[in-house]
Each structure stands twice: as structure tokens, then as C-alpha cells.
């Protein structure tokens, strides 16, 4: 008896929705005051591109199944009970205002064991949706084809079978979420599932005809856009007049439905004439700029300017009643005095009595001048220091001219600094006791970076500064006293000119820096080091760095940088 009831108010509730979709069409198509307000876009307008769907769903299956029991002679009667627990989701894609395809999955009775329910569905389906979107509310009603995987109502496995759904509901649209949200205030649907078990024990054969009643949240994504915005154009012609002159408004429309029938009105002072094409009397007319309206509306004959894309904003187009009177001009700059190669900006404030339009035009005794309306930009390029006067000329469309001056002080620039000598890496030399002039591996990374910022500034040199400690200098100094005793003495090694010397061989033979750039020196620092430098075009290294000595590189050669020798073990053989 239950489901009896629940599929007839289906039924209704299906009937009830496809009779409300002509009055929501209804609704769309009532005609507006003449002197109503533009009408709001609204979701009827624009509905969703998307519709997704989840809710609570009841389902009621109707049908009496014949099952063997388990004697295997008996076979009982058993109907279907109503499933209380049920959940529905789906998705729908629309290809227009009205027509989409969904897809839709709903669970009764799977995840509980409910005294009332002796079975248990799972649907999928998909299929036609038609939908009759309003401001307010939705109706909508859809077929599906699909399957379901049923079981019971006595102990019958679930499996699946073909199932059948068609039904309808109404949404009711919500300002939520921006208009996304909306609330299905119901879902009516019949279904009809047929699943067959075989012959056998808790067996049989099912064509099941169900009500099912759902409801729930429905989320909008996306749009469908409306057509296109009825736009106008509003123009006259001439834009300045003497009074007594005539002038011609035209409004066209723009953007407009071709089935549609179009209304153009053009209002203002002096307008006579109906359509998109008025004349302006300026006879009576105040000297000064005058405005003229124009509007469109289109839709059907009789029900023009229903929906909010079927009214055009109204567009306006001024025109000017002049007395003939020259323009005046005043001319400034800000600021008034500038450095070489910058600018300043110039202000002219022109003005015509009769609001004619004005052209502007510039020009200076000394650089630029860039610009064609009311401010324009001075540029002291190429312009010598003291003052430069700017001119601003100013005419109108009558020929009539005027003029200003102003000037701007570009100042002499400052010396320019003296460069100096820059103090870059250095490197050490304490770590290699076997040759203590080498010019390690560790040492590439300072020395490359010296190459680079030789590269960088072509015209700049370098200065390598050799180092002693003090333990070699008074190896040096007692090495170079026993050598002046002796008649006929060999040179002593003076490892500062020795590592100077080294490390500008890197630089020269690793680098390929032109040896004419690089200098070597020693200094009188405490250290086992080279300090290197570099002397920019116009710097005096002598006079920025004191206490060296330079070095003569006729007696002072460059070692090469060998690895050291292998050295063998061995016991040496029996004489």
C-alpha cells in the first residue's frame, strides 16, 4: 500500500513540475512598464554550465518475488519493504539554457541493516535533463537509462540488472555563494528495475517498480552566458557650431538581434525628430556645449527591452555653440632648473572662450621638447648649461593662435672624480714549504677573478705586490751580505720578486692577459703573499699605494708550475 502512495505523489509531483515550467516561461515573458528600470541580470538569464547535486533519498520498490526456499519445494511470496536510507548524487552538463546530459549514482540500504528494508539497491544512470531556469526557482525534468545492482528481498546476492528512471523536481535558487548554491526542494522519480537470480534456493526473478523521493543541495559552476548586449553609439555632426548652425545626431545600433525589432530614441535641447537620425535647432541655444542622448531597447513588437542584454546603455555625444574669440595661453615649467641630461615638465594651460578645440605645440631654444596636449617633457639632452627658453603655442580650429614662453637653467656639471686604485684578492703562499714561490691551484680562483675584472675595464691595468715574512726577509738580507764578500756570486733569490713574477705569468700564460697591463713590485709587508690591485685609467698607483719597489723582470724569470717529483721506495741492491 506504501508504495502505491509514493508512486502516485511521484507522479503528481512529475506532472506538477512540467506544469510549471510554461508558467516560468510565463513569468520570463510578462512585458515590463515602458519607464521601468533596466532589468537585472539573474540566474534565469544565466544559468549554470554545471549542475552538481547531492542529497538524502528515499526509495520505495514495489514487487513480489517468488522464492524457493530452502527445502527446495517450497516457494514463498516475498514483496519489498521501503529503503529509508539512501543517498543520490549527480552531474549535469548543459549544452544550452534549456538541454543537458546527466549522470546519476544513488545507494539505498548498502551501508545499514534498517528493520524496515529487506534489500538494498545501488543505481547508476545517464541521460536527457531539460530544465526551465527563473530568477527563483528551476524546474526540470530528465529520462535515464542505466543499471542497477539490486538484492533480496530473501537472501537474494546482489546483481545487476537494467534499470529505467524518469521523474522531475524544482530547484529553489539561493543567494549563496554568489547565486551558486541552490536547495532542490524536491526530486520525484519512477524507476522500474529488473533483476533476475536464476532458478535455485533464494532465487527468482524481480521487475521491481519504485518511487523514489530525494532532495538536497545543488551547486551552480560555471554559466551560460546571455546574448549579446544590445549596444548604441551616439554621434553628431559638426561638434562646434555658431548658433543658427544645424547639427545632425545619429544613434546606431549595435550588437542587436537580427529577429528582433529595435527601437532608437535620441533626446536633448533642440532635438526634433524620431528614429536614429534627429536634428539639433541650435537657433535658441546658449553659447557653450550642449549633450544629446541617444537609446535602443529591442526584443519582440510590443516587448521591447524585456531582458537586461535587450536595453543599451545610453551613450551621449556633446557639441559646442561657440563666439568666435582667440585663445590665451600661460606657460610654466616644474622645476626650473635641472642638471645636464634631465628633464622638466612643462604646463600649458591654453583656453578658448568658445570652448573650440585646441591644438598644442612646442619648442625650445636648447634640446626637446616631447608632447602635444596641455603637458609636455623638456629634455636637457644635448642642450648647453645656462638658460633655455621654452615656447608653448596654442591654436584653435579657426586658425586663431597664441603663445608663451618660460624658461628652464640647466646647471654645469661637477668634475668628475678622481679614480683610484682598487685593492682586489690575495693570495697566500705559506702552505708549500718545498717551493715557496709556486702559484698553487688554490690560488686560480683570486687570480681569475683579477682576469675578469681586467677583461671587464680594458683600459684599466694591474699591480702585483710581492711578500716576505719576516724569517725570509732575514734569509734575503743575510743571503745578500754573503754575497757581496764574495767576488763572484750568484744572484739571490728574492721570493717577493719571485711570486710577483709567477703570478703574472698565470695571469699572462692561463688568462691571456696582455703582460704590457700587468706590473710586478715588492712590498714591505710581513707576510707570504701577493696582494693584487687594480688601477683604473687615471689613477696614480704610486701616489694611492706607498712602501713598494718595483721589480726588474730581466733578472727576475718565471718558474713553471710543475707538480713535484714521485718519490720511490726501495731497498738498494747488494754490491
Known amino acids: 500500500m506504501q508504495s502505491h502512495v509514493l508512486k502516485s505523489a511521484s507522479r503528481v509531483a512529475l506532472l506538477a513540475a512540467l506544469a510549471a515550467a510554461p508558467v516560468a516561461l510565463a513569468a520570463q515573458n510578462a512585458p515590463n512598464p515602458p519607464n521601468a528600470p533596466k532589468p537585472a541580470v539573474t540566474y534565469g538569464d544565466a544559468p549554470s554550465r554545471w549542475d552538481i547535486f547531492a542529497g538524502y533519498s528515499y526509495l520505495a520498490p514495489h514487487d513480489t518475488v517468488d522464492v524457493l526456499q530452502r527445502d527446495g519445494t517450497t516457494t514463498l511470496p516475498v514483496q519489498y519493504k521501503a529503503n529509508t536510507w539512501g543517498v543520490l548524487g549527480s552531474g549535469a552538463y548543459y549544452f544550452n539554457k534549456y538541454v543537458g546530459l546527466q549522470g546519476e549514482i544513488g545507494a539505498h540500504d548498502l551501508w545499514t541493516n534498517s528493520s524496515s528494508s529487506n534489500s538494498g539497491f545501488l543505481t547508476t544512470s545517464g541521460g536527457l535533463i531539460f530544465r526551465f531556469p527563473t530568477a527563483e526557482i528551476t524546474p526540470f525534468v530528465h529520462g535515464l537509462v542505466g543499471a542497477s545492482r539490486g538484492g533480496g528481498p530473501e537472501h537474494e546476492p546482489y546483481k545487476w540488472g537494467p534499470a529505467l528512471t524518469a521523474g522531475g523536481g524544482m530547484d529553489i535558487e539561493t543567494p549563496a555563494f554568489n547565486h551558486h548554491l541552490a536547495i532542490r526542494l524536491f526530486q520525484a522519480d519512477y524507476e522500474y528495475m529488473h533483476i533476475n537470480w536464476g532458478p535455485g534456493v533464494w532465487a527468482g526473478r524481480a521487475n521491481i517498480d519504485a518511487a523514489r523521493l530525494s532532495g538536497g543541495l545543488v551547486f551552480h559552476v560555471g554559466s551560460i552566458a546571455p546574448p549579446a548586449q544590445l549596444t ?318 718595483p721589480v726588474d723582470e730581466s733578472t727576475v724569470k718565471a718558474q713553471k708550475r710543475k707538480a713535484l717529483p714521485e718519490r720511490h721506495h726501495g731497498k738498494k741492491a747488494a754490491k
Not at 361 to 368: C, E, F, K, N, Q
Open 232 to 549: 548604441v553609439a551616439c554621434a553628431v555632426n559638426p561638434t562646434s557650431v555658431f548658433p543658427g548652425d544645424p547639427v545632425t545626431a545619429t544613434a546606431t545600433a549595435g550588437s542587436q538581434d537580427p529577429k528582433a525589432n529595435v527601437i532608437v530614441a535620441i533626446t536633448g535641447d533642440g532635438v526634433s525628430g524620431n528614429g536614429a537620425t534627429a536634428t539639433v535647432n541650435t537657433a535658441s541655444l546658449t553659447p557653450g556645449q550642449h549633450t544629446v542622448t541617444c537609446n535602443a531597447k529591442e526584443g519582440k513588437a510590443g516587448k521591447e527591452g524585456m531582458k537586461p542584454w535587450q536595453v543599451a546603455q545610453p551613450t551621449t555625444a556633446s557639441f559646442t555653440v561657440k563666439e568666435f574669440e582667440p585663445p590665451t595661453i600661460s606657460c610654466s615649467a616644474n622645476p626650473t632648473t635641472i642638471k645636464p641630461g634631465d628633464s622638466s615638465t612643462i604646463t600649458a594651460t591654453g583656453m578658448s572662450p568658445q570652448n573650440r578645440p585646441l591644438t598644442y605645440t612646442y619648442s625650445a631654444s636648447g634640446g626637446t621638447v616631447n608632447g602635444n596636449a596641455t603637458s609636455a617633457t623638456f629634455s636637457s639632452t644635448g642642450a648647453p648649461t645656462g638658460p633655455v627658453t621654452i615656447t608653448c603655442n596654442v591654436a584653435d580650429d579657426k586658425g586663431h593662435n597664441a603663445s608663451g614662453s618660460t624658461t628652464v637653467t640647466i646647471e654645469a656639471p661637477p668634475p668628475p672624480p678622481q679614480p683610484k686604485t682598487q685593492a682586489l684578492c690575495s693570495i697566500t703562499f705559506s702552505k708549500d714549504t718545498k717551493r715557496p714561490g709556486r702559484v698553487d691551484n688554490e690560488a686560480k680562483a683570486c687570480l681569475d677573478e683579477v682576469a675578469l675584472d681586467l677583461q671587464r675595464q680594458s683600459d684599466a691595468k694591474a699591480v702585483v705586490v710581492g711578500e716576505l715574512n719576516a724569517k725570509e726577509k732575514a734569509a734575503y738580507d743575510k743571503a745578500q751580505t754573503a754575497a757581496s764578500r764574495r767576488k763572484k756570486a750568484k744572484p739571490v733569490e728574492n721570493l717577493a720578486a719571485q711570486r710577483a713574477v709567477n703570478t703574472k705569468d698565470y695571469l699572462v700564460t692561463d688568462k691571456g692577459i696582455d703582460p704590457s697591463r700587468i706590473t710586478v713590485a715588492t712590498g714591505t709587508g710581513d707576510d707570504q703573499k701577493v696582494e693584487n690591485y687594480l688601477v683604473p685609467s687615471g689613477a696614480n698607483f704610486n701616489s694611492d699605494i706607498t712602501g713598494t719597489n
